[in-house]
């Protein structure tokens, strides 16, 4: 491939990604769908077009490009996250415990891995790996706290004295 047509690709997906960024997701699928040269870069294309998808609450037809994206980097934390939403989105709730459980075997750390897995674990009715998750969350990062009240899918695990604890910061967080 010449490097013309990689500087093309480039300038292409750059124009997409500031679409979405100014969250005009339909402008960056055009884009994106605009052309077929996207495999110098296919996994950028292809998390690029799963966001915009995502952005247009498109889940489903997002769900094809962030998966290929996963298979391309499977430790990308972005493509994980995006993916967990769109499979909690279409009710395939293990599917998007099993996107962060891979994630979080390449970064261990990440709090955001952390405090998702919790609200998908509860939402599947195990508040004993909701609140462990939850627990790991806020030792990583205590600013989530701020988080936790407005949360809905936290609302199986109301009233459980371990949650309330956590909800007004007096649990220890070891």
Known sequence: MSQIIRDRIRKKLHEAEGYLMLELPRHALEV???SSEWSSMQFEASFLKGEALRALERYREALQPLETAATLRPGDIG??????????RTNRLAQAIDALDRARRHDPDNPLL??????YWSLAGNPGRALEELRSALKLDPELQA???????F??????PEFDL?????????
Do not use: F, Q
Request: aromatic share 8%; with cysteine.
């Open 32 to 34: 994106l769908e605009s």
């Open 79 to 88: 493509v994980a996250l995006a993916l967990g939403w769109c499979y909690k």
């Open 114 to 119: 952390h405090y998702n897995l919790a609200c």
């Open 147 to 153: 988080r936790i009240a407005d949360e809905p899918d």
């Open 155 to 160: 609302e199986k695990l109301r009233g459980l």
């Open 166 to 174: 956590l909800t007004v910061g007096s649990a220890p967080l070891t």
